[in-house]
């Protein structure tokens, strides 16, 4: 089955700076990647996801881009602020989803 | 998108007894999911919820433990049965758009005394 890394467990940037989180996947049929916000108590939120067919997408300060030879996707948030802290995951997608580990990201002010 | 609710957010439960959660779906949803988290960690998906007829489980997870029904398109329900205070976690419902989106609810905490 499908196996998805993520790391940094831990990163903590100063406000403003960026901030990038990297995943790997081992299935090369996934062909669906999202990334989700966490934020304490609540469930994870949808913020951006990718589409095999796709090498970058951009929303707003959210960026993710997909090399899908090197079967590895990131999540890049630049002009950091302090409500970006949160816990994200990515995920890979062919029949069902599985997730990463989880970033804690701690933006410092 | 999809807006998920789910009923109840928490919950204190006594071993051996069952707690049923509900998850409402404001959209037709082509997939319907349960996952569980334990706290600090990350989310492992415990069945597929089927419209009309049995869940597909992960491996893991069994039908007499967790059931889950799914009588129509926008709402599931997953009881935690007999339950231990291994049982005690986060559980999630998520589910599938047309467009291939995946949404999550809020999710309902149980702690198992």
């Known amino acids: 089955g499908e196996n998805v890394e993520q790391h940094p467990s831990t990163l903590s940037v100063q406000e403003g700076d960026s901030a990038v989180i990297k995943c790997t996947y081992s299935d090369s049929a996934s062909n669906y990647f999202p990334w989700y916000k966490q934020e304490l108590g609540k469930g994870p939120q949808l913020i951006i996801d990718i589409r095999s067919n796709v090498g970058e997408k951009k929303d707003q300060r959210i960026a993710v881009t997909l090399n899908k030879t090197a079967k590895h996707f990131s999540l890049h948030i630049t002009e950091t602020q302090p409500e970006d802290s949160a816990v994200y995951f990515c995920?890979?997608?062919?029949?069902?989803?599985?997730f990463g580990k989880g970033t804690h990201l701690i933006i410092q002010p | 998108s999809a807006v998920i609710s789910q009923k109840p957010s928490r919950d204190i439960c006594q071993r051996g007894t069952s707690l049923t959660i509900q998850c409402q779906v404001d959209?037709?949803?082509?997939?319907m999911f349960w996952y569980r988290q334990q706290p600090g960690q990350s989310l492992t998906l415990i069945a597929t919820?089927?419209?009309?007829?049995?869940?597909?489980?992960e491996s893991g997870f069994v039908i007499d433990k967790f059931p889950i029904s799914r009588p129509n398109l926008t709402f599931s329900t997953l009881t935690v049965s007999n339950m231990s205070p291994e049982d005690s976690s986060i559980y999630l419902c998520s589910a599938k758009t047309e467009n291939y989106e995946q949404y999550f609810g809020p999710g309902t905490r149980l702690t198992v005394t």
């Open positions: 959209s037709q949803v082509t997939m």
């Open positions: 995920a890979a997608r062919f029949n069902g989803l599985t």
């Open positions: 919820a089927n419209q009309g007829s049995e869940a597909t489980y």
